[in-house]
């Protein structure tokens, strides 16, 4: 993978994985690994980081940290219905409220200072309409004061290959390692970018609020988070168009990967510039 590889363990003690980080650093990593063991200790269903002997959750393979954690059970959807979208919007709002209690900080690595680092290394391979889109949002988006609205512990990268479903039932939530403390809102919008997209890259009123809805009925979203929603979904699309626009232009050497499609969120981006969206 881009940024791990995961092999799955099966032993007499049960099933596991084993994660090799490709990017982070053992310095890095303790963030993610105690938080997926707080929220796993608060009924958050997340892999469980399993501690060695010296009663240390990362280790060192081929050089590279790694650790094992607990194999969830379930598999993603790439069509989640209604019901599975109240589902995950009401896992996500309880994984927020569990989050609360986490104290470590981790400030969200792909925030503004990012954005504008890495728009220039992109702009080489847009066109003049793209160029003054991406422009355009940046600039907006540096005047935005998101410290306002509530904060704590997001996943930042809730797409549905990340969450693990049996039936309409949330069993899983994987692949922490873009965690970091931001809006919660934020969190929310790019779920909801993923989850409750027709195909036509628009947001399926429906679902969206069956999963705004769900959230809210958790953790309540409050009047400066309503005001703050459209913005924070183009937020969401322009930090997934930028980050993929960088994959496919500007691979790592030797980087073996399937770059995800940056037209699709430069599709949605245009589309939440257009519409007003719906809230609960």
Known sequence: GIENTNYFVTTSNGR????LFEKLTADELPFYLNLMAHLARHGIPCPAPMANRHNQFLGILKD???????RLTGKSTTAPNRTQCAAMGAM????????????????????????????????????AAQSALLDSEITLHAQQNLAALPQGVIHADLFR??????????????????????????????TVNDWCMGSDDRLDTTL????LRAYHAVRPLQENERAAWPLMLRLAALRFWLSRLFDLHLPRDGELIHAHDPLHFERILNNHIATTPVWI
Do not use: E
């Not at 596991?16 to 994660?19: A, D, E, K, S």
């Not at 590279?64 to 607990?70: L, N, Q, T, Y």
């Not at 400030?107 to 890495?118: E, I, K, L």
């Not at 039932?169 to 790019?190: E, K, M, N, P, S």
């Open 16 to 19: 596991f994985v084993l994660t």
């Open 64 to 70: 590279k940290p790694a650790c094992i954690v607990s």
């Open 92 to 127: 996500l709002g309880q994984m927020h409220i569990a989050g609360q209690s986490f104290t470590q900080i981790m400030p969200n690595p792909r925030a503004a200072a990012w954005r504008a680092a890495t728009a220039p290394h992109v702009k080489p391979f847009l066109d």
């Open 161 to 190: 290959d990340n969450v693990l479903l049996t039936d309409n039932r949330v069993g899983g939530l994987i692949d922490f390692y873009f965690a970091c403390t931001d809006a919660l809102l934020y969190d929310v919008a790019i």
């Open 208 to 211: 969206a609020q069956s999963f």
